[in-house]
């Protein structure tokens, strides 16, 4: 089941982990270490393929009051998303660390899209500007770092075009 399923969570952003398929995380490499922060994330309905590769995941952050989904892709569509991508981010790139991303980014294949959605059971009362001022970005950040050390990938904001 997708979050975007379930009422009580609204859809709020989605960022990517650029990484090589030969890097594909597993669903024991999830489970060993997200579970390490039991006291703050939750893995829910992770799903493998036959190698116990990483389809999809849920994360719940409950004390952040959100839930994020993962779903692994792979194929032409990402090679074609990463040669745009990298033309519009090579205009950008200052940093030398920007510059190594981007050169990491050059060797990716597959993606990992990360959806970060907010419980909506109180805040569904507010109006929309005063619901993003709620939103604590720290659960999808740590998820987000801890999916590129996982996989040696770099993580990408899409709205900021920007490299993490």
Not at 10 to 18: A, D, G, K, P
Not at 26 to 35: D, P, S
Not at 45 to 71: C, F, M, P, Q, V
Not at 91 to 103: G, V
């Amino acid at each position: 089941m997708s979050t975007f399923d379930d009422v009580n969570y609204s859809w709020r952003e989605t960022y990517f982990v650029f990484l090589r398929a030969a890097n594909r995380p597993t669903i024991a490499a999830l489970e060993k270490n997200f579970g390490r922060l039991k006291k703050q994330f939750e893995l829910a309905e992770a799903k493998g393929d036959e190698a116990g590769g990483l389809e999809t995941a849920r994360i719940i952050a409950a004390a952040a009051n959100a839930a994020i989904d993962i779903s692994y892709v792979e194929g032409d569509e990402v090679v074609e998303q990463i040669k745009q991508m990298r033309q519009e981010l090579k205009l950008t790139a200052e940093t030398p660390e920007e510059q190594e991303k981007l050169s990491q980014i050059r060797q990716c294949d597959a993606r990992l899209d990360v959806l970060h959605f907010q419980k909506m059971d109180e805040a569904a009362f507010f109006e929309e500007e005063e619901q993003d001022e709620m939103i604590d970005p720290g659960a999808l950040l740590t998820v987000l770092e801890r999916l590129a050390k996982m996989c040696n990938g770099v993580g990408f904001d899409p709205a900021a075009s920007s490299v993490l």
